[in-house]
C-alpha cells in the first residue's frame, strides 16, 4: 500500500511538472522544441571556435561538448532556480510541503533533459560513435544526478530562503565552475597541479558519468568512489536539514 501511495505521489509530482512547462511555452509556436534548438546553437557555435582556432577533429569534440553541455544546462537550472526556489507565494495559499516542490521543480528539469538527449543523440549518431555495454554505466550516473539534483535543491532552497546574499553568490560561482571545468574543453590541457580542476571537480566527476558511458568508456574507480561518497554524504546531510527547517522555512519568505 505504501509502495502504491508513494507511485501516486511521485506521479502527481510529474504531472505537474508537465504543467509547469506547457504553461511556460503556451504562447510559442515550437514550444519545447526551443530547448533543443537553443542547445543545438550553442554546441554549433562552441565546436566552430574550437575548430577554428586550434584545428580540432569535429568528430572528436562535437559529443564531448554536446553531452558537456546538456548535462552541465541541467545541473546550472537545478541550482539557480532551486537557490530561489521556496521564495513563492503558493507555500501561502496551498498547503503543499517543500519537499514536494522540489521534486517538481526536479522532475521538471529532468523532462527538459530527457527532450536535449535528442541533440546527444544526433551528434553521436553523424559522428559515428558507436555505443557499447559501457553505456549501461550511465544508469548510475543518472541515478547519482538525480539524488544530487535533489539534495541541492533542498539545501539551497532552505539557504537562500533564509540567506538571500547567496542567490548572487551562487549565480556568479557557477558560472565561475563553467568556466575551469572541462565541461566543453578537454582535460587533458591540464598539466602539474591544474589537473585537480579535474580530479576533485564534483561537477566535472558527475558529468563524465554520463559522458563516459555515451562515449563507450567505462566509469573509472576513482570516479565511482568520489561519486558515490560525495552523493551519500549530502543526502544524509539534506535528510538532516529538511527534518530541522521543514516547518521553519515559512517565517523566512
Not at 543545438?40 to 553541455?69: C, E, H, Q, R, Y
Not at 537545478?78 to 521534486?103: R, T
Not at 527534518?243 to 515559512?250: L, P, T, V, W
Request: a positive charge; aromatic letters at 16%.
Amino acid at each position: 500500500m505504501k509502495f502504491n501511495n508513494l507511485i501516486i505521489y511521485l506521479s502527481s509530482c510529474l504531472e505537474l511538472s508537465w504543467i509547469d512547462i506547457k504553461l511556460r511555452y503556451a504562447r510559442s509556436v515550437l514550444g519545447p522544441l526551443w530547448i533543443v534548438i537553443s542547445s543545438m546553437v550553442l554546441i554549433g557555435g562552441l565546436t566552430f571556435v574550437f575548430n577554428s582556432l586550434w584545428g580540432m577533429d569535429v568528430k572528436a569534440i562535437v559529443p564531448w561538448i554536446a553531452i558537456g553541455v546538456i548535462v552541465w544546462g541541467f545541473i546550472l537550472t537545478v541550482v539557480e532556480e532551486g537557490s530561489q526556489l521556496l521564495m513563492n507565494d503558493v507555500f501561502n495559499n496551498l498547503a503543499i510541503k517543500p519537499l514536494k516542490w522540489c521534486i517538481i521543480h526536479v522532475f521538471k528539469n529532468v523532462i527538459i533533459l530527457t527532450h536535449n538527449f535528442l541533440v546527444i543523440g544526433l551528434a553521436l549518431y553523424f559522428c559515428d560513435v558507436k555505443l557499447n555495454l559501457n553505456a549501461f554505466w550511465m544508469v548510475y550516473g543518472v541515478i547519482v544526478l538525480l539524488i544530487n539534483a535533489m539534495s541541492f535543491s533542498i539545501i539551497l532552497s532552505f539557504l537562500c530562503t533564509r540567506y538571500r546574499d547567496f542567490i548572487l553568490v551562487i549565480r556568479n560561482g557557477m558560472f565561475l565552475l563553467f568556466l575551469i571545468t572541462p565541461i566543453f574543453w578537454m582535460p587533458d590541457v591540464l598539466k602539474g597541479n591544474r589537473a585537480i580542476l579535474a580530479d576533485y571537480n564534483i561537477l566535472f566527476q558527475l558529468i563524465q558519468t554520463i559522458r563516459d558511458p555515451l562515449l563507450g568508456n567505462s566509469l573509472s574507480t576513482y570516479n565511482l568512489l568520489f561519486t558515490s561518497s560525495f552523493t551519500l554524504f549530502f543526502g544524509i546531510f539534506t535528510i538532516l536539514i529538511y527534518k530541522k527547517y521543514e516547518k521553519k522555512f515559512n517565517l523566512w519568505i
